[in-house]
């Protein structure tokens, strides 16, 4: 379990990451949601102890982060910035790593390079974008750590390598539960992986919740302009857009039947809100 008490990081006067109150249950797969800017990689740098809190504490298992090796070791934080040596080989990183972590998968490592189409043998300067990512990633399904935080372990990879990220991500999910966190900006994707959505906006969380409720208490209404206006009086709502005398909504309410019967009435439509869609309404 991780825990957040007032986190807070401010650099000079900017106030990055706001008084955020947050537990993470373990064995589950979290979804960590914002724009450019809203203090995603700054939140797992605080986890990991790369940074340290302005104020506020992170606990790991109810033992605080700071300078605390035994709670760290549960972890396995992959970024997008390349720390590896560049003449060092992706096999010598798996052996090298295996020091770090002890329960170290070597052969399921090598076996995910097979099936990844990562040549063990090149040297770190030699791998592209994608395969980088694909390296990190491996290291991280490799590593058996309790924790995995991955910072957008997408970046690079072609439609191919993505789906078959997933499909082992889940898979090594299912044979060794663990709690998983994902950045990412590749929402639509990610939606029928994650379970739980966490959404920063400038630095506060403004969700927290599971992806099956937070769908579930939106919905969109659409139709004839001044139908849906008389529909949303006094109603909370985001995301208007207007093509003609066409207007559609995102409302944040759960439906019901009394409101199905007055939509009809109204002769306006009702369809499912898609996380990146209410993503895009909710951050705006």
């Given at each position: 379990?991780?825990?957040?008490?007032?986190?807070?990081?401010?650099?000079?006067?900017f106030?990055?990451?706001?008084?955020?109150?947050?537990?993470?249950?373990?064995?589950?797969?979290?979804?960590?949601?914002?724009r450019?800017?809203?203090?995603k990689?700054?939140?797992?740098?605080?986890?990991?102890?790369?940074?340290?809190?302005?104020?506020?504490?992170?606990?790991?298992?109810?033992?605080?982060?700071?300078?605390?090796?035994?709670?760290l070791?549960?972890?396995?934080?992959?970024?997008?910035?390349?720390?590896?040596?560049?003449?060092?080989?992706?096999?010598?990183?798996?052996k090298?790593t295996?020091?770090f972590?002890?329960?170290?998968?070597?052969?399921?490592?090598?076996s995910?390079?097979?099936?990844?189409?990562?040549?063990?043998?090149?040297?770190?300067?030699?791998?592209?974008?994608?395969?980088?990512?694909?390296?990190?990633?491996?290291?991280?399904?490799?590593?058996?750590?309790?924790?995995?935080?991955?910072?957008e372990?997408?970046?690079?990879?072609?439609?191919?390598?993505?789906?078959?990220?997933?499909?082992?991500?889940?898979a090594?999910?299912?044979?060794?539960?663990?709690?998983?966190?994902?950045?990412?900006?590749?929402?639509?994707?990610?939606?029928?992986?994650?379970?739980?959505?966490?959404?920063?906006?400038?630095?506060?969380?403004?969700?927290?919740?599971?992806?099956?409720?937070?769908?579930?208490?939106?919905?969109?209404?659409?139709?004839?302009?001044?139908?849906?206006?008389?529909?949303?009086?006094?109603?909370?709502?985001?995301?208007?857009?207007?093509?003609?005398?066409?207007?559609?909504?995102?409302?944040?309410?759960?439906?019901?039947?009394?409101?199905?019967?007055?939509?009809?009435?109204?002769?306006?439509?009702?369809?499912?809100?898609?996380?990146?869609?209410?993503?895009?309404?909710?951050?705006?």
């Open positions: 379990m991780i825990e957040m008490r007032h986190l807070t990081k401010t650099y000079d006067t106030k990055a990451l706001n008084d955020i109150n947050l537990i993470l249950e373990e064995n589950k797969i979290y979804g960590l949601l914002g450019n800017g809203a203090a990689t700054t939140l797992l740098n605080l986890i990991t102890n790369k940074i340290f809190p302005t104020t506020g504490e992170v606990l790991i298992n109810k033992q605080n982060v700071y300078e605390n090796d035994k709670a070791n549960e972890v396995f934080y992959i970024f997008e910035k390349n720390l590896y040596p560049e003449g060092q080989k992706v096999k010598d990183v798996f090298w295996k020091e972590y002890q329960n170290f998968d070597t052969n399921y490592a090598n995910l390079a097979n099936k990844f189409g990562l040549n063990t043998k090149k040297k770190m300067k030699e791998l592209s974008t994608g395969y980088m990512s694909i390296f990190k990633d491996i290291l991280a399904l490799a590593s058996n750590a309790k924790i995995l935080l991955l910072d372990p997408l970046l690079g990879l072609d439609a191919n390598h993505r789906d078959l990220f997933y499909k082992e991500l889940i090594n999910y299912i044979a060794s539960p663990k709690t998983i966190i994902i950045s990412t900006h590749l929402i639509d994707e990610v939606e029928d992986v994650i379970e739980e959505v966490i959404l920063l906006k400038n630095g506060k969380l403004i969700v927290n919740q599971s992806v099956e409720s937070f769908i579930s208490s939106t919905y969109q209404v659409s139709g004839e302009e001044s139908k849906v206006n008389e529909w949303l009086h006094d109603r909370k709502f985001v995301g208007l857009e207007k093509i003609g005398k066409y207007l559609s909504a995102t409302v944040l309410e759960n439906i019901n039947d009394k409101n199905i019967k007055l939509i009809d009435e109204l002769n306006l439509e009702v369809s499912k809100v898609e996380l990146q869609k209410l993503f895009i309404h909710l951050t705006n």
